[in-house]
């Protein structure tokens, strides 16, 4: 648990799975080299309890792999039942985000949700232009990783459609609860801070896969669909954070830490 303030955070541990380094390191040399043949990356929802409210931001991969769709088990070893849960953002729409939404028969997994996710982002992947491309390796340069993004938007999304609400700009949500606009790694990608008396969070969601981004801002990756935006945004929010003080929570870290700057690049301080 970390404790923000009179807020209670819990980080939801859904798995992990292995990555190509190819997928992680892009085109440059250094990073191919600097880089394990797999890397292991978790995939962690947080769920934040402001005692009136009890917010997820994210919900996991659902059953992307052997190693995820934990999501229920770690909501329960937390205290936690889905009926509990009176709100869910999503970040973005990648699959690893989304599959957590609804249960095997269709059915939403959180039946008391209103579910918040960026009107940018459902329509990018909705769009008409789009959806011809995907599935072709247009998009990323991997026709499979298109074709399970369009299979996890297809399954995931449309139950709980009715009950989307849109997200543009920044919204708080509940007090102290404030999404942002955090575009690059996808268009509609958003970042969430937590804030209580003195003390502060901000949920990066997809803003650092590996740890080295921290160092090094400008590394970005297959899934970053706008390299020069994710830069921008990564820089923005990490000087925000750095000057704040802000803990820091990555989706795909797990972990919790703070942004140190150090130049025009940051270091990553572990709590």
Not at 161 to 173: A, C, D, K, Q
Not at 188 to 207: F, K, N
């Amino acid at each position: 648990m970390i404790p923000v303030g009179r807020f209670r955070c819990y980080p939801i541990a859904d798995g992990d799975r292995l990555y190509p380094k190819a997928l992680l390191a892009g085109d440059d040399p250094e990073r191919v080299v600097a880089l394990p043949e797999e890397v292991s990356v978790p995939y962690t929802p947080l769920l934040v309890d402001s005692g009136s409210d009890r917010i997820l931001i994210d919900t996991g991969a659902g059953p992307l792999a052997d190693t995820t769709g934990r999501l229920e088990r770690s909501l329960d070893r937390a205290g936690f039942k889905p009926a509990d849960i009176n709100a869910v953002v999503l970040s973005h729409a990648h699959p690893d985000h989304i599959g957590g939404l609804s249960l095997e028969d269709g059915t939403p997994r959180f039946p008391n949700a209103r579910v918040l996710m960026s009107r940018k982002e459902y329509d990018f992947w909705h769009s008409v232009e789009l959806r011809d491309k995907l599935g072709t390796g247009f998009v990323y340069g991997d026709a499979h990783l298109e074709q399970v993004i369009a299979m996890w938007i297809n399954r995931y999304l449309p139950p709980v459609r009715e009950r989307l609400e849109w997200l543009s700009g920044e919204t708080e949500i509940t007090p102290g609860v404030l999404v942002m606009d955090a575009p690059g790694h996808t268009p509609g990608h958003v970042a969430i801070t937590i804030s209580s008396g003195a003390e502060s969070l901000l949920y990066a969601g997809d803003l650092m896969v590996v740890e080295g981004q921290a160092a090094n801002p400008e590394w970005t990756t297959i899934f970053d669909l706008d390299a020069l935006g994710i830069v921008r945004t990564r820089r923005r929010l990490f000087d925000r954070a750095s000057a704040d003080r802000s803990i820091v929570f990555h989706y795909h870290f797990g972990k919790v830490g703070r942004l140190e700057r150090n130049g025009s690049q940051f270091q990553w301080e572990q709590l």
